[in-house]
């Protein structure tokens, strides 16, 4: 099996009103910090590693912004199906 059949990605609309901003992006990192291997958010082709809050806010993502959240293994599917979920109930805000 190659490393591509491995990986697995959903598009997620941010849905908050703040966008993807400090705290939200906090809570992001803290439920990628179990991951076993690499959690990523892409945006306009520019792609963030999730378990960093600076990596996260550079890619400007304010309400209504589509973004790619990607894993790297299928081990992690769990933390992708919580994140996807985190994203669309707006963080909790």
Not at 53 to 75: C, M
């Amino acid at each position: 099996m190659n490393d591509s059949e491995n990986e697995l990605s959903r598009r997620v609309i941010i849905a908050n009103e703040l966008g993807l901003h400090a705290r939200s992006a906090s809570k992001i990192v803290k439920l990628v910090q179990n991951a076993k291997f690499n959690v990523w958010i892409i945006k306009d082709g520019k792609k963030a590693d999730a378990s960093s809050i600076i990596d996260i806010l550079t890619l400007a993502s304010p309400k209504g912004s589509t973004i790619t959240v990607k894993i790297d293994d299928r081990s992690d599917l769990e933390i992708l199906n919580n994140l996807v979920q985190l994203i669309e109930n707006g963080f909790g805000e």
